[in-house]
């Protein structure tokens, strides 16, 4: 079981971009599925988060500019991001918390590989 990404590419300032990640393989379950992303040199920070009841958490420097969501029969989350700004250039990783079978005892956390976003002007 693994997470794929896709969307990442180079954006045009002031343009927007919509990130995927979905589950490959089967699962019974996905908790908390969110995005990171991290530039070089940086840590790691929080972008945005869906928990399984649909409620949302935004970083501050994506509030009203990103929507995240998830589409639950695919395994699959979502984050669109407009008016896409040069401090969104990044590489943006899904992280998303699963539960491989009934019997599993949690959910384990796993990470995508990450798609890179470059935004240029």
């Known amino acids: 079981v693994r997470l794929v990404e896709s969307g990442g590419g180079l954006v045009l300032a002031g343009g927007s971009l919509r990130l995927s990640c979905a589950v490959s393989?089967?699962?019974?379950?996905?908790?908390?599925m969110s995005w990171y992303r991290q530039t070089p040199g940086g840590q790691r920070e929080l972008v945005a988060a869906?928990?399984?009841?649909?409620?949302?958490d935004y970083a501050d420097s994506v509030k009203g500019r990103g929507t995240i969501s998830r589409d639950n029969a695919k395994n699959t989350v979502y984050l669109q991001l407009s008016r896409l700004k040069s401090d969104d250039t990044a590489v943006y990783y899904c992280?998303?918390?699963?539960?491989?079978?009934?019997?599993?005892?949690?959910?384990?956390?796993?990470w995508g590989q990450g798609t890179t976003v470059t935004v240029y002007s």
């Open positions: 869906i928990a399984s009841d649909g409620s949302t």
């Open positions: 992280h998303q918390e699963i539960m491989y079978s009934r019997a599993s005892y949690g959910y384990v956390a796993l």
């Open positions: 393989g089967n699962i019974f379950s996905v908790r908390r």
